[in-house]
Nanobody, 115 residues
Framework: QVQLVESGGGLVQPGGSLRLSCVVSGSISSINALGWYRQAPGKKREAVATISNGGRTNYADSVKGRFTISRDNAKNTVDLQMNSLKPEDTAVYYC?????????WGQGTLVTVSS
């Protein structure tokens, strides 16, 4: 079992920044990769950024150059630094753990970008 708890969401103006953090606990050794996904109202959940155990990162085209994913294996955390936020970034953001045969999800944290 892997548990994921997100924090850091909130309301921010366009052009602003937020940092999301996810604490990972449980069977850490079963994790293949960690990531952040988001789901906007009326839309499907989509991958935002992922980071492998080796530190390889992947980003959605819509966030490249603005968002940065990082992980601290000593603290068992994965963070998402979001800069130059746009209204279209508004969504519930979910922390994800790829466990090879299944996925684990956090409860989600709401990010609202609005003036």
């Amino acid at each position: 079992q892997v548990q994921l708890v997100e924090s850091g969401g909130g309301l921010v103006q366009p052009g602003g920044s937020l940092r999301l953090s996810c604490v990972v606990s449980g069977s850490i050794s079963s994790i293949n990769a960690l990531g952040w996904y988001r789901q906007a109202p009326g839309k499907k959940r989509e991958a935002v950024a992922t980071i492998s155990n080796g530190g390889r990162t992947n980003y959605a085209d819509s966030v490249k150059g603005r968002f940065t994913i990082s992980r601290d294996n000593a603290k068992n955390t994965v963070d998402l630094q979001m800069n130059s936020l746009k209204p279209e970034d508004t969504a519930v953001y979910y922390c994800n753990a790829d466990l090879w045969v299944r996925q684990a999800w956090g409860q989600g944290t709401l990010v609202t970008v609005s003036s």
